[in-house]
């Protein structure tokens, strides 16, 4: 993840792209992993499909949807990760649910995770009150435990959060679910750069970030964009040439 904090410390922007593993089959998962290294994505997300994704919106279910119908488990995806006969060259972050954690083992997931070369974990329906669940384990692994802040968190609790931040923040910009949307309210911008300001590593916004005009409006006040949605569609219809032009309108350089 030092990365992360090299790209933010030289003032660019970070892209990172959210995947649904097994969605089209376990073989998918490295051709697309590759495919978005290459393009120049920063990191990306691996998520794990599970039956009761209660963050996730109507695209990222149906995908998750479909893999789970591939038969694909949180132990298959770690295989198959483990398995990767060419070099991964960008952080993978797993984005799993707590239940499939816990089924598996705390323990033995921060090591498997590891050892398929994961550099941190994002479960949005761990409370960071109980964050020791994992944590103890993923600090053994040295696995960042990205926290997510929404736009309902309070400024007690914001700050709280924030002063145990590793890797990256994953800022909120909607209330509710994953997924496209034409406009971000107004008053994200004044909450991502509150998160800026208080927080000791780089802040991305992510839930509904899908156009080049989200990242113009918020692009002085993040240090970066998760795109999940747009990114699982075009993989699922074939399409993915089409998000190139929003990778490279967070990470070209760009001119005030």
Known sequence: MKRLAELKRAGHKAFVAYIMAGDGGIEKLGEQIQYLQERGVTAIEVGIPFSDP???????????????????TLEKVLDAMQRFDF???VPLIIMTY????IRFGAERFTQEAK??????????DLPFEHR???????????????????????DSRLEEILKEAQGFVYAV??????????ELAEEVGAFTRKVRELSPVPVY???GISKESHVDMLRDDVDGFIVGSAIVQAFHEGRIEGVEPLIDAVTAPHSV
Do not use: Y
Request: hydrophobic share 45%; aromatic share 2%.
């Open 54 to 72: 209660v963050a996730d919106g109507p695209t990222i279910e149906a995908a998750g949807n479909r893999a789970l119908d591939e038969g694909i």
């Open 98 to 101: 707590l239940n499939p954690v």
């Open 132 to 154: 020791q669940l994992i944590e103890p384990f993923a600090k053994q692994q040295e696995l960042a435990l990205i926290q997510l802040v929404t736009l309902t968190t309070i």
């Open 205 to 207: 916004a992510g839930f």
């Open 115 to 124: 050892k398929a070369g994961a550099s941190g974990v994002i479960i949005p």
């Open 173 to 182: 910009t909607v209330t509710g679910i994953t997924g496209s949307r034409d």
């Open 87 to 89: 070099e991964v060259k």
